[in-house]
């Protein structure tokens, strides 16, 4: 019986290998795939090491194939490493103990700061010696590269969206915008400069031109200042792009003001994604439904939209209220649908809806 089963306890553990050899190669193959879309460098923690040291020691030379995460040198480095400090740490042990470790509480408190700011090693120490607590610049990077979070290139907590909420209340965007009007001799571009403001989402739309001059964006520029202070919402800095209708004279309007122009780099519409929003909803909602035939023409649709778009339409960035309407409304659990009336803008272009006049 022994020679019978003895082949095939054989065959059924090569099948096995096999097996298990396919199932490692399928996972080495996608460790490539996962490795090659992370970062160049990843740091491991301690515990980290530990892991990969208790999983990986015993592999041997066989690790070469496998490893991916660091270098086989570095991973036979942590392995000396390891065994030089469990040395250390037997002959020590009878040693009297060197400067006391820093407490948890001042180490967590470091860590969760970093955290928070992004602050660097120096900055962190006064911040620290702010708080009574006195610790070298050293200890500090000690503490932070122990947790793993040592600096790195542009690891700042500032953002672009963080830069656009701490100036909402008196930033404008603005660009142009343009519609054909239907000529004698043909299709001529009539061009408007439209404001938003990102705090409140209220737009602004300049008359219509057929040269948008320097004269002609300047006089645009003063009229929307004297409008925005009737607004109570006076800019302090004004965001535009590279376009060449906006000239020197444009800038210095703003600057006479006392608000400051933030110029666009080249080809990254995204950094003024309000107002080409805002444009497109002018666009689709209301310009694209129209045939301009004169610049009055034109001058009184945009008059309409910036009304409606203002007092009338909800904005989901004003908790789906109006632009211009500061007070919520009472809040109610039902309503007559007598006591609603739907208002109308541009031939029923622009709708809305009210509560009906008592």
Request: hydrophobic share 35%; aromatic share 8%; net charge positive.
């Amino acid at each position: 019986m022994g020679r019978i089963f003895h082949p095939l306890f054989a065959l059924l553990a090569s099948a096995t290998r096999q097996e298990l050899a396919r199932q490692v190669a399928y996972l080495k193959e996608e460790n490539r795939i996962l490795r090659a879309r992370l970062p160049q460098r990843i740091v491991a923690t301690p515990q980290e090491k530990k892991r990969l040291l208790r999983a990986g020691r015993r592999l041997g030379v066989q690790l070469k194939e496998l490893i991916s995460f660091v270098s086989y040198q570095t991973f036979r480095r942590w392995i000396r490493e390891a065994e030089e400090n469990h040395t250390k740490s037997k002959t020590t042990s009878n040693r009297k103990p060197g400067r006391p470790r820093t407490p948890e509480e001042v180490r967590d408190l470091i860590i969760q700061m970093r955290k928070d700011t992004g602050f660097g090693y120096t900055k962190l120490m006064g911040e620290l010696r702010k708080l009574g607590i006195k610790l070298s610049r050293q200890t500090v990077k000690n503490i932070l590269k122990e947790a793993g979070l040592e600096p790195l290139p542009n690891d700042s907590k500032d953002s672009w969206d963080a830069f656009l909420a701490r100036h909402a209340d008196t930033l404008w965007q603005c660009d142009f915008v343009s519609k054909p009007m239907w000529t004698a001799k043909g299709l001529v571009d009539l061009y408007m400069l439209v404001f938003l403001h990102i705090g409140t989402r209220r737009c602004w739309i300049s008359p219509c031109t057929t040269s948008p001059n320097s004269q002609w964006v300047t006089q645009q520029a003063k009229n929307f200042l004297m409008d925005a202070e009737d607004m109570d919402l006076t800019p302090k800095m004004v965001m535009r792009d590279n376009d060449t209708k906006f000239t020197a004279l444009f800038d210095a309007v703003f600057e006479s003001s006392g608000a400051r122009i933030k110029r666009n780099t080249p080809l990254s519409p995204n950094l003024r994604a309000h107002v080409e929003r805002f444009i497109q909803t002018l666009q689709v909602e209301c310009l694209n439904k129209f045939v301009i035939v004169a610049q009055r023409h034109l001058n009184y649709v945009c008059r309409q939209f910036e009304a409606w778009y203002n007092t009338e339409r909800p904005h989901e960035a004003c908790r789906h209220l109006p632009p211009a309407m500061e007070v919520e409304p009472e809040k109610r659990t039902t309503i007559r649908r007598g006591d609603v009336v739907c208002n109308t803008r541009l031939g029923g272009t622009l709708n809305s809806y009210s509560r009906r006049a008592a």
